[in-house]
């Protein structure tokens, strides 16, 4: 089973950036496509962003497109969600999804 750590989060100001990462453990993130989701208070998990495993090919949700960028480094088995221009709408546990497992969150709070 693989291990998946989230860092990254904190607060910011809306118009700020934050960049996130998953180190992934237990696999090779080569072989595999990976997601970033995220949950906001009382609210559904979503899908933001994913990145293919042979072609990366990315996808974003419509809420985050153009100011969302997915990447991955499969030397250091790490995926990266470059967030900029956040909004208070952002404000959220983000989540990596990788093979079938997740990882325990990072906490994004977009305040003023």
């Known amino acids: 089973q693989a291990q998946l750590v989230e860092s990254g989060g904190g607060s910011v100001q809306p118009g700020g950036s934050l960049r996130l990462s998953c180190v992934a453990s237990?696999?090779?993130?080569?072989?595999?496509?990976i997601g970033w989701f995220r949950q906001a208070p009382g609210k559904e998990r979503e899908g933001v962003s994913t990145?293919?495993?042979?072609?990366?090919?990315?996808y974003y949700s419509e809420s985050v497109k153009g100011r969302f960028t997915i990447s991955r480094d499969n030397a250091k088995n790490t995926v990266y969600l470059q967030m900029n221009r956040l909004k208070l709408e952002d404000t959220a546990v983000y989540y990596c999804?990788?093979?079938?497992?997740w990882g325990q969150g990072t906490q994004v709070t977009v305040s003023s």
């Open positions: 237990g696999l090779s993130l080569e072989y595999y496509s």
């Open positions: 999804y990788i093979g079938a497992d």
């Open positions: 990145i293919g495993d042979t072609d990366d090919n990315s």
